[in-house]
């Protein structure tokens, strides 16, 4: 009678194996694709701060003398870059929109890692960009500090 029971219970297991194992698989595809949405939202987040905080450095720069800040002030200027990786971004996201429910899960974690990437790398330039504008700050303030000690006739014509 056990013998009996086991061979009509070997089935029912294999069943409910592969159903585990399926719905792990498809628990495992949605969580990737929840994950590079979360990414591309975090880079976009991370392209927005980089804006406004060139947005900011123009200021600062526009303190410096023209002949020293010049080159700083044109690449503040130019909006193109964040541009692109805006668009890159959205080319992701409509990538997941069309080819996320029969990409393989192969492909889903490699467009993941390389939101990772990118996420990783703007945060790291975001950061130098705060602590370049902050020495840059400093250096405006203690050289504005020090033009205002001066005698007038040695100071710049045009004052930072």
């Given amino acids: 009678m056990s013998t009996a029971l086991l061979l009509a219970f070997l089935p029912l297991a294999l069943i409910a ?8 698989r498809l628990r495992r595809r949605e969580r990737t ?9 975090e880079v976009e987040r991370l392209l927005d701060r ?3 905080r060139m947005a900011a ?8 003398p023209a002949d020293i800040g010049a ?12 541009k692109k990786a805006k668009r890159d ?3 992701h996201r409509l990538w997941i929109q069309r080819h996320g429910n029969t990409a393989g899960q192969d492909e889903l974690d490699l467009a993941s890692v390389a939101l990772t990437r990118v996420r990783d790398r703007l945060a790291g330039q975001l950061k130098q960009l ?12 203690a050289e504005q500090a020090a033009a205002q000690r ?4 040695l100071r710049r014509a045009n004052p930072p």
């Fill in 17 to 24: 194996l592969a159903v585990f194992w399926w719905r792990h």
């Fill in 33 to 41: 694709l929840f994950h590079m949405l979360d990414l591309a939202d």
């Fill in 50 to 52: 980089s804006q406004e």
């Fill in 57 to 64: 450095m123009q200021s600062v720069v526009g303190r410096v």
């Fill in 71 to 82: 080159v700083a002030q044109a690449s503040l200027e130019s909006s193109l870059p964040v």
């Fill in 89 to 91: 971004v959205l080319q």
């Fill in 130 to 141: 705060d602590e370049a504008g902050a020495e840059l700050a400093s250096a405006t303030a």
């Fill in 150 to 153: 001066e005698p007038a006739s």
